[in-house]
Nanobody, 129 residues
C-alpha cells in the first residue's frame, strides 16, 4: 500500500529553476527516496537520493545544480533544480527503495533505478532554450 505521487513539473526556460515534490505514504521508517528521469527511447537515469537519516547523493551531472531535501512531517521529498538545461527535459520520477540497497553502493552514490521498489507516475519537466 505504498503510494508515491510527484508534482511540480511544468515548463521552464533554460537556466531557470523548478521544484518538484514527492508525497509518499505507507513507507517504512527506514528507507531511501530517489529521483530519476527518463526521456523516450533512453534508459531511466539517476538524479538524486536521500535516505532516512537525511544523507543525500547526486548524479555527477546534476551535482551542484540540484538539491534534494526531505520533510518528515509532510512525508514529502523535494527536488530543487537550478540552472536547468534543455537536454534535461524529461519525465521525472520519484521512487522508494529499501536502505538495504546501500550495502551495494559506494559512497555518495544514487541507487540504480532497478533497485527501487515503488514508483510514482512521473511529472513532466520541459526546459526550453
Amino acid at each position: 500500500q505504498v503510494q508515491v505521487e510527484e508534482s511540480g513539473g511544468g515548463s521552464v526556460q533554460a537556466g531557470g529553476s523548478l521544484r518538484l515534490s514527492c508525497v509518499v505514504s505507507g513507507v517504512p521508517f527506514h528507507h531511501c527516496l530517489g529521483w530519476f528521469r527518463q526521456v523516450p527511447g533512453k534508459e531511466r537515469e539517476k538524479v538524486a537520493s536521500v535516505d532516512s537519516d537525511g544523507s543525500t547523493a547526486y548524479q555527477d551531472y546534476v551535482r551542484g545544480r540540484f538539491a534534494v531535501s526531505r520533510d518528515r512531517v509532510k512525508n514529502t521529498v523535494y527536488l530543487h533544480m537550478n540552472r536547468l538545461k534543455p537536454e534535461e527535459t524529461a519525465m521525472y520520477y520519484c521512487a522508494v527503495g529499501s536502505e538495504k540497497i546501500y550495502s551495494e553502493l559506494g559512497p555518495d552514490e544514487v541507487p540504480p533505478p532497478g533497485r527501487m521498489d515503488h514508483w510514482g507516475k512521473g511529472t513532466l519537466v520541459t526546459v526550453s532554450s
